[in-house]
């Protein structure tokens, strides 16, 4: 298909967190690509993005006819933006983030180390590809490294502002300013961000997504049970999963994280917190195991493992369908 051509590529959303996360990812991972054209949808178009050395413009998306002549195109956009291209987005890659709150669509979750590259180019010519949520990623890959398929596990999900997008970074630190500064004056129905732990708007829903994410990523016969809880930091997840040992041995599971790819292994007394994990590739895991099971403590760059992913499928999809 791309006889030996190098890939037209565009990034809708590219003002966006994880957008500029994947401008950021395309040039320090020396992505080849013939064109690169960034898209903003609502606010921040016409503003430039940093990306392969070079400052981009952002052009704001009017028509999904915009994007005819690309062969890979990352929906980097809210699930209403994302549905509102609908049928007409028709590129010949289409790897669509907004998913990441959804069950899986059929099979068209992807994710490297769950996921086969031969795959990739089945899924591709089914429709779009949709990376899983990254908590939902981060527990499928534990739940994999420790070749467990089936039985329950229970997962508390915590994400930072940046989960909801800019707007809820910078009403995070606006709320801290005025809390510090004992001037906060919240509206009736406003949530208080700041020095808080809540569940957020639709986590019920959402959690009920992440489940059936991981059901489909780690093995069918999975039970999974998810909380989402947002906590008044600004960006990075962390996952608190507990797997009770089933009647398995767990006494091998250390060595099983040891090994476990694109994990980062945490033994005797030291830990990590979200700051940890800013900017790093690898999920920091930590275990505390008993005879019942073990709980896993996992914190990583949510924005960071997101746009990883979306890469990753563009990579094997790409090269798959040459």
Do not use: Y
């Not at 500064?181 to 959690?207: I, K, Y």
């Amino acid at each position: 298909m791309s006889n030996g051509r190098e890939p037209r590529v565009a990034i809708v959303g590219a003002t966006g967190i994880v957008g500029g996360q994947i401008a950021d990812l395309i040039g320090e991972r020396g992505f080849p690509h013939a064109e690169l054209k960034l898209f903003a949808t609502e606010s921040g178009a016409f503003d430039s993005v940093e990306a392969t050395g070079e400052s981009h413009p952002v052009a704001r998306l009017d028509e999904p006819s915009d994007l005819a002549n690309f062969d890979i195109v990352f929906l980097a956009v809210p699930d209403a933006a994302a549905r509102s291209l609908g049928e007409r987005l028709d590129a010949p890659i289409v790897i669509d983030l907004s998913a990441a709150l959804r069950a899986p669509d059929g099979a068209r979750l992807a994710a490297p180390g769950l996921t086969p590259r031969e795959r990739i180019k089945t899924l591709v010519k089914g429709g779009r590809v949709a990376p899983p949520h990254p908590a939902a990623q981060v527990i499928a890959t534990i739940l994999r490294a420790l070749e467990i398929d089936s039985g329950f596990v229970g997962a508390s999900v915590i994400t930072g502002a940046s989960a909801a997008g800019r707007e809820k970074v910078s009403e995070l630190f606006n709320q801290t300013a005025d809390l510090l500064n004992a001037r906060l004056d919240l509206g009736e129905d406003a949530q208080q961000l700041a020095f808080n732990l809540f569940m957020p708007a639709g986590a019920a829903e959402s959690a009920q997504a992440l489940g059936a994410q991981i059901s489909a990523l780690a093995g069918d016969a999975i039970s999974p049970a998810v909380q989402i809880v947002r906590a008044p930091v600004f960006h990075g997840g962390g996952v608190a999963l507990a797997v009770p040992a089933h009647g398995r041995d767990s006494a091998d599971w250390v060595k099983k994280m040891r090994s476990a790819p694109g994990i980062l292994f945490i033994e005797g007394e030291d830990s990590a917190g979200f700051v940890d994990a800013i900017g790093q590739e690898a999920v920091i895991v930590r275990m505390a195991r008993n005879a019942s099971g073990a709980i896993f403590w996992c914190v990583f760059d949510a924005a960071r493992v997101a746009a990883m992913t979306a890469l990753w499928i563009a990579e094997s999809a790409w090269f798959a369908l040459s």
